[in-house]
C-alpha cells in the first residue's frame, strides 16, 4: 500500500502558468543532471520558457520558497481552499466526494473527515461499519434510514428519519444504515467524519438481507486508487 | 464523573406549545403519584392543561411515542437541530460552542465534534494537545498561527497562516497552535474535530513559554460542567 500524496499538478493549481512552465523546466533540467544527461538538460534550461542557467535557480528558489510556505511535512498544503481540493463520483451516480483529511491522502490515523454532496434522488448504499460516524447537514433535506436491532439476523425494516440543513446526528457503531436525498430540486451537502480509517463498509443489497451475507467493500469506493496491492482483511 | 444528558428542556423544543404543557402537567401528575401526593395528582391532572385523568394517559403515550421516535438509547435525539442545541462562550469572550458529538454530552469515544463562533478579533488560547485534529471553515476569514518545532524548549515564533471560508486545515498531534479571527467585522464559524476525547489541552502564556511550563486545563472548558469529581492526570 503506498501513500497517495497529491499529483505535483494538483501543487501547481497555486502557480501562475508562467511559473509553472519555469518550475516544470527546472525539473526536466534537474532530472536530467541526475541523469548525467548533458544535452537533455541543456535543452531543458535553454530551448524551454528558461532563457538562461540563472532562471533555474531562480525557478528552484521560487519552487522551494512556495513548498517551504505550505509548511506541510506530508507532500499537501496546510491550510487548503476546498474548492481547489480533488472531487469525483467514484463510480456512484449523483455523488460527489471530497476527501478533506484521509488516512490514505493525509496519513490521518484516528480520524477522516469527508465533503459530501448528493444530487436529487441519490443516495448511500445501506451498509454498516465498525466505527463512530457523525454527520452534519450543511444543506438540503433528505431522510436517514436506521435499523438499529443488532440481535436479529438481518437489519429488518428501518426507521426513517427527516434530516435537514443544519441539523446533525451520530450512527451507533455498527448499525445499518442509509443516507437519501429526498429533495426534488436542491443537493443535500453533508460533512461526515469517521474514526479508524481508512473505513471498512460492509453494503447490503437490501433491508433483509442477513449480517453475514452483507459484502465487504474495501478499500471503499475513494480509497481504491491509493492502494497498489490487495490488502488482507483485518477486521 | 456523571454523564450530561440533555435537560427534558431541550427534547421540549420538539412539542407544540400545548403538548409541552400537557407532558408538563403528565410529569407532575406522575411524580405526585409516585409520592403518593393524590391531591398534588388530582391538582396536576384536572387543574392544569389536562382536563380528563383519560388526557393524562394520552399525554403519556404521546411523550413515550416521541421519545421511541428519537431512536436514541443516550437520551438525545438522534437527528438534532443545530439551531436548538446548547451553546455557550464558557466563559471565553467573543466565543460560541456548541458540542456537535462528544464524549461526556453523548459517549463518543473516539471522535469529538464542535461547532465554534469566533467574533471579531477573538481566539483561541495558544495550545498543543495530543491528538488529531481538523479543521473546517465555514464562515469569516482569520490566521491559524502553528509552531512545528517539536524538538525545541519552547515553540517559538509561529508560522502564520491565512485561513478562509471554504478552507480546511489539519493540526500536526502536539504542535502548538492558535486561530485567531482577524476580520473586522464578521464571525469566523468553524467546524472541528479532535480524536481521543474528551480533549486535554496544554495552554501557553505566549510562544515562548518552555513546552513543561504549559499548563493542562482538564476537563476543557465546555466539559467542565460534566465533571463532578476532579479527575486523575491520565497523560
Redo the contacts between chains.
Keep these: 500500500m503506498r501513500r497517495c500524496l497529491p499529483k505535483i499538478s494538483q501543487l501547481g493549481a497555486f502557480l501562475h502558468e508562467e511559473e509553472r512552465l519555469q518550475v516544470d523546466a527546472a525539473i526536466t533540467a534537474i532530472l536530467a543532471l541526475q541523469q548525467r544527461d548533458i544535452h537533455k538538460m541543456w535543452a531543458a534550461t535553454f530551448l524551454g520558457p528558461m532563457k538562461t542557467f540563472l532562471s533555474v535557480l531562480e525557478s528552484l528558489e521560487c519552487l522551494l520558497s512556495f513548498a517551504t510556505s505550505l ?1 506541510s ?1 506530508k507532500g499537501f498544503p ?6 481547489e ?1 480533488p472531487q469525483s463520483n467514484y463510480g456512484r451516480e449523483g455523488l460527489s466526494h471530497i476527501t ?2 484521509g488516512s490514505l491522502l ?1 496519513g ?4 477522516e ?1 469527508w ?1 459530501q454532496t448528493f444530487s436529487p434522488g441519490s443516495r448511500t448504499p445501506i451498509h454498516r461499519h465498525s ?2 460516524e ?1 454527520f ?1 447537514v ?1 444543506k438540503g433535506n433528505g431522510t ?1 434510514h ?1 435499523a ?1 436491532d443488532v440481535h436479529g439476523r438481518y437489519p429488518g425494516h428501518p ?1 426513517v ?4 440543513a ?5 450512527i ?1 457503531v455498527n448499525d445499518v444504515h442509509q443516507v437519501w436525498n429526498t429533495d426534488n430540486n436542491a443537493d443535500l451537502q453533508i ?1 461526515v ?4 480509517p481508512p473505513v471498512k463498509v460492509f453494503i447490503y443489497e437490501d433491508w433483509l438481507m442477513p449480517h453475514i451475507a452483507a459484502r465487504l467493500k474495501y478499500p471503499y469506493y475513494w480509497d481504491e486508487e491509493c492502494f497498489d496491492t490487495p490488502v488482507r482483511d483485518e477486521l
Excluded at 496546510?78 to 474548492?83: D, E
Excluded at 490521518?108 to 480520524?111: P, Y
Excluded at 443544519?166 to 451520530?170: H, L, M
Design positions: 509548511e511535512s496546510l491550510v487548503r481552499n476546498i474548492n481540493l478533506l483529511a493525509h490521518m490515523k484516528e480520524i473527515v465533503l466505527c463512530e457523525v452534519i450543511l436517514l436506521l438499529s426507521k428519519f427527516p434530516i435537514f443544519n441539523s446533525t446526528f451520530i451507533p460533512v467524519i469517521v474514526s479508524r
